[in-house]
């Protein structure tokens, strides 16, 4: 027998393919943030110097003339585009992003460091607990769409899917912190809280972290809810399916092993995208309710005029997107036996 | 037509929900041309009055009017949408079509280009942009660059179609007769994809709105023009939740919501009648 070939197989050409749209999309990426600062008919960093200066922000002069130099020779003019292009990406593969403005000489990436699990701690559990739903649900609701409460489901999604995730975050902040007081305005934890592995931390940080989950959820729970619901009942209409109930195979096998499994596929690139969305997913959320990740940060840099920062959050997203849809899509094959055995 | 469009008032309570709210955008846009106030300046009427007869939605802190700052508000916001929307929608068109049709080398290139840019997010961008073009920022500048990104996942639903079009008889006879290639996608082929650029036109305004409020929100877009976001903008800047003028926020958000929900509702409504699959679904599962 002849031994089967790896570099042919179906798996390996998806995977070369999924590699190589990561690279595209980071080379993308960082090209724009490269040219949109070249766009400026002005020196960028001069005029955020003098945005600053006529501002009246307290900077230190010091920080200022490092700010330049750094600044200049990431974002700058100096050389031909092509040595500017090239010390760009230098840079960015070192993973220094320069020292932050505002804060400095704290350097942008620690400042993401420690922005970044309120945000990903925020946006991971709403995002998994919202797609668990929401798939639940509309995976009965496609299955059983004569069901009474699969109606106001429906309704009740088709409504709030729309409705972009602030106005919700909005909505729930006057009901629940002015009309019927029961939560805290803003902030992630009570004052007074010591930051640490405790039950008061963990408790309080539930408590502030409760609305603007909840929010976050809502608006998500809708569109799996719906995205769900149409994918299972095309599923259902395949021949596949009717053969199936014909052959009598019992139902809760056939909605498990023959229906979900189907068209779960979607979902899960879909789960993926979400995921990427980290850093633009909440960040109004973020700064409507006060929790401390990157949504505030970057709401702080745009007040500051921290130009670096501003354009590490950037980069920093770029990546954050494409690395967690390329992990989704590595881990595709998993769900999808059909690119494991071709 | 028109008695389709009476059918589906009597029939669909979504369609009925939308076209209310169809109706309310276009009373406030046309509203908005006979203001008595102009809407660049404040203080003009008694501050943070509550909603009353004479001030329909209430007044804020800055001294205007917030009904008649709605109808500039809704005016600038769906402009901005619709531009956002038809840009977008031409580069999906081209892009979906000569894609799908011509297959090889050059759909390959363009679906890795595509690809990518489903994937980019374009807030971040977006707010380098803004924040660095801030003052030379227009919103036809903004509605451009949100489309350089609205495009990409539309343009993959119309390839998928143009691929299925590619291979029916048509299509050969057009081609055997002699048609270029331009003919064909934009005389044989356009017509089929009309109902998808119907449907996610909605839902690609409603994206660049909700776009343009983050935006405003983080202070970033021209904040003297009032659009809903600018509104917000201006309520978290005078903390009105906080001091009590909480229909300054509200205001906004209900209407946000009526408008946002509505237009939703009639895409949906108007996708079920366009698409047979749906209705013969319903036909068949009953």
């Given at each position: 027998m002849k031994k089967k070939n790896i570099f042919k197989s179906p798996f390996f050409k998806y995977l070369v393919q999924r590699l190589g749209q990561f690279l595209l999309v980071v080379f993308v990426g960082i090209t724009v943030t490269f040219i949109v600062p070249r766009l400026s008919p002005t020196n960028p960093v001069e005029q955020k110097i003098n945005q600053m200066m006529v501002s009246g922000a307290n900077i230190h002069p010091e920080a200022l003339e490092s700010f330049r130099s750094a600044m200049t020779e990431m974002y700058g003019l100096e050389g031909t585009v092509w040595d500017q292009y090239r010390a760009f990406w230098g840079r960015f593969l070192r993973g220094d992003l320069g020292p932050?403005?505002?804060?400095?000489?704290?350097p942008v990436i620690d400042l993401i460091k420690k922005a970044l699990p309120w945000t990903i701690g925020l946006m991971l559990t709403t995002t998994l607990i919202s797609w668990f739903i929401g798939n639940l649900l509309g995976g009965l609701a496609g299955y059983f769409p004569e069901k009474r409460w699969v109606k106001w489901a429906e309704l009740g999604a088709t409504c709030i899917r729309p409705i972009p995730y602030y106005i919700t975050a909005f909505i729930l902040l006057i009901i629940f912190c002015f009309i019927i007081p029961v939560f805290p305005t803003s902030g992630a934890y009570a004052r007074g809280v010591i930051e640490g592995f405790n039950l008061k931390f963990i408790g309080s940080v539930l408590y502030h972290t409760f609305l603007p989950a909840l929010s976050l959820i809502l608006v998500g729970l809708g569109g799996w809810l719906l995205g769900m619901r149409s994918l299972v009942s095309n599923i259902v209409a395949d021949d596949f399916v009717l053969y199936a109930e014909a052959g009598g195979i019992d139902q809760n096998t056939i909605m498990k092993k023959y229906v979900i499994r189907n068209a779960l596929l979607p979902q899960i690139t879909g789960l993926g995208m979400s995921l990427g969305a980290v850093f633009s997913g909440a960040l109004i959320t973020e700064i409507v309710f006060g929790i401390p990740g990157l949504g505030q940060l970057t709401y702080r840099a745009v007040i500051s005029f921290d130009y670096s920062l501003i354009m590490g959050v950037s980069i920093f997203s770029i990546m954050g997107v494409s690395v967690s849809v390329l992990i989704v899509d590595l881990l595709y094959p998993l769900f999808d036996p059909r690119i494991r055995l071709g | 037509m028109k008695s389709i469009f009476v059918d589906m008032l009597k029939n669909s309570r979504p369609f009925r929900f939308g076209v209310s709210a169809a109706l309310f955008l276009t009373i406030m846009i046309i509203l908005s041309f006979f203001s008595p106030y102009p809407p660049n300046e404040s203080f003009l009427v008694m501050d943070d009055a509550p909603p009353s007869f004479q001030h329909l939605f209430g007044t804020n802190s800055r001294g205007q009017d917030l009904f008649w700052q709605m109808t500039f508000a809704l005016r600038n916001s769906f402009l901005f949408g619709v531009i956002t929307a038809v840009i977008s929608r031409v580069i999906s068109l081209v892009v979906g079509l000569y894609s799908g049709y011509k297959q090889g080398v050059m759909d390959r290139v363009l679906m890795a280009i595509n690809d990518s840019f489903v994937i980019m997010p374009v807030l971040p961008i977006l707010i380098l942009l803004n924040f660095l073009l801030k003052e030379k920022m227009n919103w036809f500048i903004m509605a451009a660059v949100l489309s350089l990104f609205g495009w990409a996942f539309d343009a993959r639903l119309i390839r998928s179609k143009a691929m299925s079009l590619r291979f029916q008889l048509f299509t050969d006879t057009a081609v055997f007769s002699g048609f270029g290639t331009r003919k064909i996608i934009f005389r044989e082929h356009f017509p089929y994809v009309l109902p998808i650029v119907f449907s996610t036109t909605i839902n690609n305004m409603l994206w660049a709105i909700g776009m343009e409020v983050t935006l405003a929100i983080l202070g970033l877009t021209n904040v003297n023009d009032p659009t809903i976001g600018v509104t917000i903008f201006w309520a978290n800047q005078h903390q009105a939740l906080i001091s009590g003028v909480w229909w300054w926020i509200a205001i906004p958000v209900i209407v946000t919501v009526y408008v946002f929900t509505g237009l939703y509702m009639l895409s949906i409504s108007i996708n079920k009648y366009i698409d047979p699959r749906t209705r013969l679904q319903r036909k068949g599962r009953n």
């Open positions: 932050s403005l505002s804060s400095y000489p704290v | -």
